[in-house]
Nanobody, 129 residues
């Protein structure tokens, strides 16, 4: 079955780094044809797009993480990663990996949670001040 499995979350002090990974399996189409994304959701808040990456490594970031987070994908291994540096307490949230078959669409236009149909179970990131 279609599955996304995240790993790498944890607790860190403000200013520190964390690296998240997401492994995909069971996709109907070749992995590289999927738009891949990271979202996050803090308690009481809506799920927010953090980064989107296309098959050709075109990338979108939400303004609040630009210059601190780096998303990458490894099509041969069916994985994406999110390197998070200079973490802030406001980055604390459950982080989710998401996938959507591009079908010719521009992945960078798919930045809302409702644009994605495949989701991982999430990994918690907690940043203490």
């Amino acid at each position: 079955q279609v599955q996304l499995v995240e790993s790498g979350g944890g607790s860190v002090q403000a200013g520190g780094p964390l690296r998240l990974s997401c492994k995909a399996s069971g996709f109907r189409f070749v992995f590289s044809s999927y738009c891949m994304a990271w979202f996050r959701q803090a308690p009481g808040k809506e799920r927010e797009g953090v980064a989107v990456i296309s098959r050709g490594n075109s990338i979108w970031y939400v303004d609040s993480v630009k210059g601190r987070f780096t998303v990458s994908r490894h099509n041969a291994n069916h994985t994406i990663s999110l390197q998070m540096n200079v973490l802030k307490p406001e980055d604390s949230a459950m982080y989710y990996c998401a996938a959507e078959f591009s079908g010719g669409r521009d992945c960078l236009s798919l930045t809302a949670a409702t644009d994605y149909s495949v989701w991982g179970q999430g990994t918690q990131v907690t940043v203490s001040s």
